[in-house]
């Protein structure tokens, strides 16, 4: 989908997490994995629904509703809707959010099954929150220590919830999504499936995105960014699928093809506007389309078509030892436009990518409730987003990478207590990185790698009292990479914390119907730019709710970061700007299901 949005979970049945290089089966994948949304889909199970209702701080509420009917033995329907409402934390920052999913199931025979669905999606963030300014220390009201920056600039607590948008900022979105997929059952063994996809959205950007201090003016200097997209997504997939045995062992095999067509056209046009003080910010409006307003006026049109085949098999080798495989070939043809508006030139240009990626792992069951888990990825990754490359990007060859984990998963204490444990190492090769002789050219050859740790423990201690804790180590480096500013190997890749962990218990009374919760989550340091020298300080939150329930549902009192703790958690434009969390909220909600 070329980028992610705040969905609303309600929406959805599950989210899986693909791990190795997605694109073996899905295409499109990152090199650790991909996530998959899986919106609700009808079952033939009953007739069930469920409703919820919430309001809290900033003005929120939400709603949302969902049903399944079987109409008959062969036709299930199923159909829901959510809508959320909030005025924001930060001054004039409301937005709305809407989702609609529809789907059907037609068993047509008894071997021949087909389900559409049609989802929508929308959100509307109106002069979206872009951050919080670094500033001098001898300007700022209330300076903070929560960012370690050189230069004496600081985070101001006083400027919590200002906001330095153009008073008619927009970020908005809409998209459809239609899928078909049919099953016919070829044996008792073989499946024959086919899925369609059609996806389109169109999304706008128009804000005053990165603001910097201006230690001679002590103003902030503004940009201003206006980005929209057209995009549609067509693909069919078909497959053939096998479940039986071969030789005494069991299979899962799966092989097919796929071809997805991809138009994009986007608007981008990049300027200043102008300049306002960190405490009583004049903040004006979106200026219009003009050379004069934007230097950078380019409309962008992209087209890509991928043929692809795929194979992937699971053979239980004996009833303890599971062991997989996977292959994906793909041929990616690039065309792509670019107008530039304020020199009225154009350039088109195009390219064609050949792509594998392939994995392999193991699980061996050690004991009956107790795993041990191994798999190996590798995969190839554009150097950019191909629908946003330019003529330079786009003559650039694949990156390419490859990872490893291994672990352990186990439960026992007659199931009372379930544990996950892995290490982890990502490697990518080929990444683009600037020439260590001339820094002005960017050339291929840099390299960066994760290595990391994992573990989850999940415990009854009784039958009320449920405790439960994660952690997460990573250690994130360029191990080959130049700037303009110098070597930056061993740097951490901005926005990546090394240990972030949590702590959950709930406790639920037998005398009244109540259960009382509370959490605590840590996330450590990270840097907001590639030179490691902005620090944004760890932080930890804590959480609490009360369950009670009341007729067929539960009535729920949520407190969020209850010590109303003053802390950063992204940095995503101007690496002098960070996003300030949320401070004390509560929500009231009720959520039951019939």
Do not use: C
Request: glycine share 8%.
């Amino acid at each position: 989908m070329l980028v992610s949005r705040n969905y609303d979970s309600f929406s959805f049945d599950r989210v899986e997490i693909l791990k190795g290089p997605a694109s073996v089966i899905y295409g499109n994948g990152a090199l650790a994995g991909t996530i998959n949304l899986v919106t609700k889909q009808p079952s033939f199970e009953r007739n069930f629904g469920q409703a919820i209702g919430s309001i809290g701080s900033f003005d929120t509420y939400r709603v949302g509703a969902d049903y399944n009917v079987v109409v008959n033995p062969n036709l299930a329907l199923r159909a829901s809707g959510v809508y959320s409402q909030s005025g924001g934390y930060v001054d004039d920052t409301s937005s709305t959010q809407g989702a609609f999913t529809l789907g059907a199931t037609v068993k047509l025979t008894d071997r021949l099954t087909n389900t559409t669905s049609v989802d929508y999606f929308h959100d509307d963030y109106e002069t979206p929150y872009q951050g919080a300014p670094l500033i001098a220390r001898s300007a700022a009201i209330s300076p903070s220590s929560i960012v370690s920056a050189p230069g004496g600039l600081v985070i101001d607590e006083a400027l919590r919830n200002r906001n330095y948008n153009v008073n008619n900022g927009e970020m908005s979105s809409t998209a459809w999504w239609v899928r078909n997929r049919t099953d016919y059952e070829l044996t008792n063994d073989w499946t024959v499936r086919n899925d369609f996809n059609y996806y389109t959205a169109t999304r706008v950007w128009a804000n005053a995105e990165d603001f910097t201090y201006n230690t001679a003016t002590g103003l902030l200097d503004r940009s201003t960014t206006y980005i929209s997209h057209d995009q549609q997504v067509w693909s069919d997939r078909v497959a053939a699928l096998y479940d039986g045995t071969v030789w005494g062992m069991r299979h899962r095999f799966t092989a097919g093809a796929e071809y997805v067509n991809t138009s994009f056209y986007s608007q981008r046009r990049f300027g200043t506007t102008t300049s306002v003080n960190p405490y009583f910010p004049d903040r004006g409006y979106f200026p219009t389309d003009t050379a004069a307003n934007f230097p950078t006026r380019q409309d962008y049109d992209s087209q890509v078509n991928t043929y692809a085949a795929f194979a992937e098999d699971a053979v239980n080798l004996t009833d303890k030892w599971l062991v997989t495989g996977g292959l994906r070939y793909e041929n990616i043809q690039l065309d792509r436009q670019i107008i530039n508006l304020n020199t009225n030139s154009f350039s088109s240009f195009g390219n064609t990518f050949d792509a594998v990626s392939w994995r392999v792992g193991t699980v061996y069951n050690i004991l009956p409730e107790t795993a041990l888990f191994l798999q190996y990825n590798q995969a190839t990754v554009p150097v950019s987003s191909l629908l946003l490359s330019n003529l330079a990007n786009s003559q650039f060859e694949l990156s390419y990478g490859n990872s490893v984990e291994a672990g352990i998963k186990s439960a026992f204490w007659d199931n009372r207590v379930v544990a996950t444990a892995s290490v982890y190492q990502i490697d990518q090769y080929n990444i683009l990185t600037r020439d260590p002789v001339n820094p002005s050219l960017t050339v291929q050859g840099g390299s960066q790698r994760s290595r990391g740790a994992e573990a989850e423990v999940s415990v009854a201690l009784t039958s009320q009292w449920l405790v439960s804790g994660n952690v997460s180590y990573i250690n994130a480096e360029y191990t080959e990479l130049y700037s303009t500013s110098g070597d930056l190997s061993g740097n951490r890749p901005p926005n990546v914390p090394e240990l972030t962990y949590m702590f959950l218990t709930s406790y639920k009374f037998d005398q009244i119907p109540l259960t009382v919760s509370g959490s605590m989550q840590y996330v450590s340091s990270f840097f907001t730019n590639t030179t490691n020298t902005i620090e944004v300080e760890g932080h930890t939150v804590f959480d609490a709710w009360l369950d009670y329930e009341v007729g067929k549902g539960t009535l729920r009192l949520r407190g969020k970061n209850l010590t109303n703790a003053f802390y950063a958690d992204w940095s995503g434009y101007s690496a002098t700007q960070v996003f300030i969390a949320p401070g004390r909220s509560f929500e009231l909600s009720y959520a039951v299901k019939f």
